[in-house]
Nanobody, 119 residues
Framework: QVRLVESGGGLVQAGGSLKLSCAAS????????MGWHRQAPGKERELVAV???????NYKDSAKGRFTISRDNAKNTVYLQMNSLKPEDTAVYYC?????????????WGQGTQVTVSS
């Protein structure tokens, strides 16, 4: 069993910064891609950023230039540095990880962390 625990959400004024963390624990033989998604009230969950095992990254257009995804493979942890935050970034942020365990790959989700950006 694998567990993802997120931290770092909170309330920030527009233009401010937050750094989210997501640590994976459990029976892990390797982690492929890790990502951050968000879901605002009344909207579908959307991908914000993803980082692959080789370090390649991809971002939602509105996140490019403001957000940076990174990972620490030794700690099985993914981060999302968010700068120049806007009220429209307000959402619950979820991390995911595609984990190799017991000979198979499986996608796991964290419980979510609230990010609120005030204008």
């Amino acid at each position: 069993q694998v567990r993802l625990v997120e931290s770092g959400g909170g309330l920030v004024q527009a233009g401010g910064s937050l750094k989210l963390s997501c640590a994976a624990s459990g029976t892990i033989f390797g982690i492929n891609n890790m990502g951050w998604h968000r879901q605002a009230p009344g909207k579908e969950r959307e991908l914000v950023a993803v980082i692959f095992s080789g370090g390649l990254t991809n971002y939602k257009d509105s996140a490019k230039g403001r957000f940076t995804i990174s990972r620490d493979n030794a700690k099985n942890t993914v981060y999302l540095q968010m700068n120049s935050l806007k009220p429209e970034d307000t959402a619950v942020y979820y991390c995911n990880a595609v984990v190799g365990s017991s000979g198979s790959l499986k996608n796991y989700w964290g419980q979510g962390t609230q990010v609120t950006v005030s204008s």
